[in-house]
């Protein structure tokens, strides 16, 4: 059962423009969304997260937005730059007590074309 | 220091070899993690260690134990392992609690190829 889902395995936007990277998910017990960036060979990087108590959060030209009543949230990069090129994965945390671990989406491989 | 250091960063082992993973971090955080990453797919969680103690085993084969000897360390005992093991294996760490919000820091992984 995939809790949270990427459904685009892939996205390409031209420099400039905005990059909008969406994660659905079905578990409503969920607290904490997170997104994270990922080269080859290298570890998933922390970009932003958001709390289920809010519905943006804005980090730079990073913004993350939930709609809780969809059961969505989304990435937006703007402007996008080809340094943004990389598998981006959304990640859940389950409002267990004591539990500490994350659940992972597909990831989506976002492509800056210059 | 704000990074995961994960050893070594390649493996290969045969089948019938024993081997370590070995992660370290001084970051200060009390919960520590192995996640194991095929190709094209998410990471996916193997164990959870929170104040030094195994809080979270994620049904992973008895070929794979964990252990982590201080808050600072955490091994990864490899032993009979299969070729379907091979995947990149990641150590991660947060806070406890509050970690979520700030990010679990991962390390670099190390690629293990069991042949």
């Known amino acids: 059962d995939q809790q949270v889902k990427q459904n685009s395995p892939s996205l390409s936007v031209q420099e400039g423009r905005i990059s909008i990277l969406n994660c659905d998910y079905t578990?409503?017990?969920?607290?904490?969304f997170l997104w994270y960036k990922k080269y080859p060979a290298e570890g998933p990087t922390f970009l932003i997260s958001?709390?289920?108590?809010?519905d943006k959060n804005e980090d730079g030209r990073f913004t993350v937005f939930l709609n809780k009543s969809a059961k969505h949230l989304s990435l937006h990069i703007v402007p996008s730059q080809p340094g943004d090129s990389a598998v981006y994965f959304c990640?859940?945390?389950?409002?267990?007590?004591?539990?500490?671990?994350?659940?992972f989406g597909q990831g989506t491989r976002l492509t800056i074309n210059p | 220091d704000t990074e995961v250091t994960q050893t070594p960063k390649h493996l290969v082992m045969g089948m019938t070899n024993k081997k370590s993973l070995k992660c370290e971090q001084h970051?200060?955080?009390?919960?520590m993690y192995w996640y194991k990453q095929k190709a094209k797919k998410p990471p996916e969680l193997m164990f959870v260690?929170?104040?030094?103690?195994?809080?979270i085993n994620e049904s992973v084969p008895s070929r794979f134990s964990p252990e982590c000897p201080n808050s600072s360390l955490l091994n990864l005992h490899l032993h009979a392992l299969q070729p379907e093991d091979s995947a990149l294996y990641l150590c991660?760490?947060?806070?406890?609690?509050?970690?979520?919000?700030?990010?679990?820091?991962f390390g670099s992984g190390t690629r293990l190829t069991v042949v």
């Open positions: 991660a760490s947060s806070q406890v609690g509050t970690g979520a919000a700030y990010g679990y820091t």
């Open positions: 578990n409503s017990m969920f607290d904490y």
């Open positions: 958001i709390s289920s108590i809010k």
């Open positions: 990640a859940a945390r389950p409002l267990i007590q004591g539990a500490q671990k994350l659940v």
């Open positions: 970051m200060g955080h009390r919960a």
């Open positions: 260690y929170s104040y030094e103690k195994l809080s």
